[in-house]
């Protein structure tokens, strides 16, 4: 299992969409954005690649050095599966939706 930590979701919306975009929309709209976009591409070079799983947003979820920790609120918010023979890209449609 992999896990990634996006910490800069509004500078990149900044620089793809625009400052006054990103300073319009509040912090957990750009991680929302930001977040499918990078599950929707990674889903597609994983399966570009041969390998066939799934890949998961989820909130409430952090590390601290060796330890996994959960927050009141654990969610998972979305899962994408990749790879040969998968038809449905998205089990969970309200991803842009500010949780």
Known sequence: MLLV???????????KAGKIFAKMTPEKTDINIVEAAVIKQMGEDLAAEGLIGQISIVKGLDIQDDTVITRKG???????A????VTQ?????????PR
């Open 89 to 97: 890209s998205r089990t969970k449609t309200e991803v842009f939706k």
């Open 5 to 15: 930590k996006i910490t800069n979701s509004t500078e990149v919306v900044a620089s």
């Open 74 to 80: 654990f969610l998972v918010k979305e899962t994408r």
């Open 82 to 85: 990749f790879g040969k023979g």
